[in-house]
């Protein structure tokens, strides 16, 4: 089998081998506003804060061939045009080697005798981007090349920049400086910010318009400056702008050089944007190039953030019998749940970064992967996704980051929603404490003087669920729940409108969720034991209508979403069953046996186990747990979106790898371990053996795995950024290892096969550092920590 690459767990990197992989294979700079996506080509873009209104790199989604635009250099040495990072000239290498490390990548190409070494990072807090180059003679005579670097500029918004070229054509703008080529289109009028490629040392030639350096009718791969070995040294005028350096270097053998690429944002006070009349304000990217434009500069920058990672990984390290499990939860998994965090669903090589900002549900299921490592960032966020809410509990499904504005082109009415953010400050208050945020201020559709406690959000948001019930007394599903594309009341037969967006027939509809109310029920429970911590101490009166708000919606769900031998999955428009044995196709969901097993409905009577068995007897497959079976055939307008997706893909029978820890948790209350570590195995990324079938990055959970009735199971798609990050996390940390973080203290209850039962958990929590030893016998069982700040050793024995 054709290996792309392998961990180096030591560095924490991922080491691709050879550059064609089956995909690109990407990773993420940056941490806090300035943000990259980068290949293992150096293929990607930046931002900084808004992947649409503040996009720096020109990116060609969709293009051909794929992953085109970057941060390329070129080297011409004699007859020969080459890239570190093979693309886009694809001049076959003497050797190459991509490293993706936490927060950087590494490109080394070698070619002729010359190597060269390309880091990338985002220093922590600092709104650009480093390029540092080492270029290296590792052969017998003296070279003479010529380096070029090369870059293209986005006209700011992403979305726009793909469409509006009658304007976009005329307004390019660049300045030339010895230090930088700046990029300042439309700064002449409303915008404040501008971006700059400026290098430690200098240059031959430059190029910043885009026809000039490559030529009319070339592509990436053959720019005509570089075949000939010259620059333009031109001035861009509309069309588009772009910036390149060229120098003309010699290296004695075994000589190196080493040259520092900035390439940053900057963002000026509005009475400070000029210098001279049309002359922009440079004094902020001088500053940048000189903190980092050296090579002691980029060194701290680059330790700053090795120790910014190296805390953030400290926090939850586990020491087993299993590399696999080791990796992904000391390195990947946790990774991964803080990039998610950053970007919710906005900007991957999926996902546009035009199209959807911060999801309500998403960005609150994303907490639950982060909250050990930033607490105060998690804090805030609590607070962002609460001031898109709505009195009535609704919320905008979406916001974007720059404003923190809802999105009304989204809207709102996914009735799960709401619950969410139950979900996200309960994980938050367990891992922190912090009972107080229960008390902040906190707007409603971001409207100054509606402010309520969050605690009244939480409220609210219970409520939005117990005032929207249906005839069966169950959660009525509105526009959809957590399956987006499970649209009961939309009937849809426009292929111009989108399912998520158009007319939703929710009046006289009956179309409810047993998703939602097995989410009702697990959280409703939570949200109980949260008010009646003395720490909250509500009035006893609404904690008992909260409780029996909960026990009505078990009632519920036992007597009305109960199929014999599994849980139903909705009522539709007409209050048919969907999810039933009595269905042609789809009669079995994965949300809801998932959702209310975790919630133990049912669980003395035997339905959780019964639940559990199906899920793994109709949806278990070699990859995973397909969300569906069987998969729906066609179109069926009652369903929506889901019928939509070819069967196998998707919503429609897909490995929804979000889903599968629903039921591996499920699993683990139920205390099936071996069920448990099989499902979880399947699903986790360092268990890949087949990385071409596999296609996308193997250090990173899939959105999406095709499932057994696609053409080809097991292929991921929608890599990096998905719930499946935090909820995987969620799994592998409290469930399987079964650290669990309590109001006031740590439960310790895993449920793990004997095998790997016996390892060692290092666990920061508040003040605390446990060093817990863990041995589980298969006896089972659990033990509670109270919480004691220090240091602290634990021998367990369950
Ligand atoms: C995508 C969405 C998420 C949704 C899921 C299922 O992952 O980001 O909000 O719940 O699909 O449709
Ligand atoms: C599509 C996707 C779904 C996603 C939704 C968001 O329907 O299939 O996963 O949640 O778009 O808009």
Same mark, same amino acid.
């Given at each position: 089998m054709t290996q792309f690459g392998h961990f180096d767990d030591a560095s924490r990197e991922y080491v691709i081998t050879?550059?064609? %992989?089956?995909?690109?294979?990407i990773n993420y700079l940056g941490t806090r506003d300035f943000f990259s996506l980068i290949s293992n080509t150096a293929g990607g873009y930046c931002f900084c804060?808004?992947? @649409?209104?503040?996009?720096i790199l020109r990116y060609r989604y969709n293009g051909v061939p794929m992953d085109? +635009? !970057?941060?390329y250099f070129y080297i011409k040495d004699g007859d020969t045009v080459w890239n570190p990072g093979w693309k886009?000239? @694809? %001049?076959?290498?003497d050797a190459y080697e991509c490293r993706h490390g936490m927060g950087y990548t590494r490109i080394i190409g070698e070619k002729g005798g010359l190597r060269a070494e390309v880091l990338f990072f985002v220093p922590p807090d600092a709104r650009c981007e480093i390029h540092r180059v080492k270029l290296t003679n590792t052969g017998k005579n003296r070279k003479s090349f010529q380096l070029y670097s090369f870059v293209e500029w986005c006209l700011w918004n992403a979305s726009t920049d793909m469409e509006n070229f009658q304007r976009n054509l005329s307004t390019g703008e660049v300045e030339i400086e010895p230090d930088a080529l700046y990029h300042k289109t439309e700064y002449r009028e409303r915008r404040d910010h501008y971006a700059f490629y400026g290098v430690n040392r200098p240059y031959d030639g430059f190029d910043t318009d885009r026809e000039t350096f490559m $030529?009319? =009718?070339?592509?990436f791969e053959a720019p005509q400056q570089v075949l000939a070995g010259t620059s333009g040294n031109t001035v861009a005028h509309g069309w588009s702008p772009i910036a390149s350096h060229r120098f003309d270097l010699e290296l004695e053998p075994g000589a190196s050089e080493e040259l520092i690429f900035v390439l940053g944002y900057v963002k000026n006070p509005q009475e400070a944007k000029?210098?001279?009349?049309?002359?922009?304000?440079?004094a902020q990217a001088r500053k940048l190039l000189q903190v980092y434009g050296s090579p002691a500069g980029a060194d701290m920058a680059f330790a700053t953030l090795k120790s910014y990672w190296d805390d953030i990984l400290s926090r939850f390290t586990v020491a087993s019998v299993v590399p696999e499990l080791d990796r992904t939860v000391n390195i990947w998994n946790q990774y991964q749940c803080m990039i998610t965090f950053f970007f919710s669903r906005s900007a991957s090589y999926f996902e546009?970064?035009?199209?959807?900002?911060?999801g309500f549900r998403d960005s609150n299921q994303d907490l639950a992967g982060i909250v050990h490592l930033i607490p105060e960032r998690a804090r805030q966020r609590i607070l962002d996704i609460a001031a %898109?809410?709505?009195?009535?509990?609704?919320? =905008?499904h979406q916001y974007q980051p720059l404003t923190k504005r809802g999105n009304n082109?989204? !809207?709102? +009415?996914?009735? &799960?929603?709401?619950l969410w953010l139950i979900f996200g400050t309960v994980a938050y208050i367990k891992e922190t404490? &912090?009972?107080?945020?229960?008390?902040e201020p906190v707007p409603f559709d971001n409207k100054p003087g509606t402010e309520e406690s969050l605690l009244e959000h939480l409220k609210i948001s219970f409520a939005h669920v117990t005032d929207n019930l249906g005839p069966h007394g169950l959660p009525l599903i509105g526009r959809a729940d957590?399956?987006?594309?499970?649209?009961?009341?939309c009937f849809s037969d426009?292929?111009?409108?989108s399912f998520q967006t %158009?007319?939703?027939?929710?009046?006289?509809s009956k179309a409810e969720s047993l998703m939602i109310a097995g989410l009702f029920v697990a959280e409703g429970k939570d949200f109980a034991e949260l008010l009646s911590h003395p720490a909250v101490a509500a009035d006893p009166k609404y904690v008992a209508k909260v409780r029996s708000a909960v026990s009505a919606m078990e009632a519920a769900v036992k007597a009305h979403g109960w199929d014999g031998e599994w849980f139903l999955r909705a009522y539709g428009y007409y209050g048919d069953k969907i999810?039933?044995?009595?269905?042609?196709? $789809?009669?079995?969901?994965i949300e809801s046996q998932g959702w209310c097993t975790m919630a133990r409905i049912g669980a003395e009577e035997g339905l959780c186990d019964k639940a559990l068995d199906a899920a793994v007897k109709h949806l278990e497959c070699e990859h995973g747990l397909v969300l569906?079976?069987?998969? =729906?055939?066609r179109y069926i307008k009652d369903y929506g979106?889901?019928?939509?997706?070819?069967?196998?893909?998707k919503e429609n029978a897909?490995?929804?790898?979000?889903?599968?820890p629903w039921v591996i948790i499920g699993e683990a209350m139920a205390g099936r371990a071996d069920d448990v570590w099989r499902h979880y195995c399947k699903i986790t990324?360092?268990?890949? @053996?087949d990385q071409a079938l596999r @296609?996308?990055?193997?250090?990173v959970f899939c959105q999406m795995v095709a499932g057994? &009735?696609?053409?080809?199971?097991?292929e991921g798609k929608n890599?990096?950024?998905?719930g499946t990050a935090a909820w995987t996390w969620k799994c592998v940390s409290e469930?399987?290892?079964?650290?669990k973080p309590q109001y006031d203290g740590l439960l310790i209850e895993p449920c793990i096969p004997v095998a790997y039962g016996t390892y060692k958990v290092r666990r920061r929590f508040r003040e605390a550092e446990y060093e817990l030893n863990i041995h589980c016998t298969g006896r089972g069982g659990k033990q509670f920590i109270p919480y004691k700040p220090g240091r602290q050793t634990i021998e367990i024995e369950l």
């Open positions: 050879r550059p064609d %992989t089956p995909w690109p294979w804060r808004d992947a @649409k209104f503040r996009r085109a +635009g !970057g941060r886009p000239c @694809k %001049t076959p290498l $030529g009319m =009718y070339n592509g000029f210098t001279a009349p049309g002359v922009i304000n440079k546009s970064g035009i199209g959807r900002g911060m %898109t809410q709505f009195p009535d509990g609704g919320c =905008y082109d989204i !809207g709102g +009415g996914f009735n &799960d929603d709401p404490g &912090d009972f107080g945020i229960l008390h957590w399956n987006d594309c499970l649209n009961l009341n426009n292929p111009d409108e %158009t007319e939703n027939k929710t009046e006289g999810g039933s044995n009595e269905n042609e196709e $789809g009669k079995i969901f569906n079976a069987p998969a =729906y055939t979106e889901i019928s939509s997706y070819p069967q196998g893909y897909g490995i929804f790898c979000h889903n599968n990324p360092a268990f890949t @053996k @296609k996308v990055e193997p250090y057994r &009735d696609a053409a080809r199971p097991g890599s990096w950024l998905t469930f399987i290892l079964g650290i």
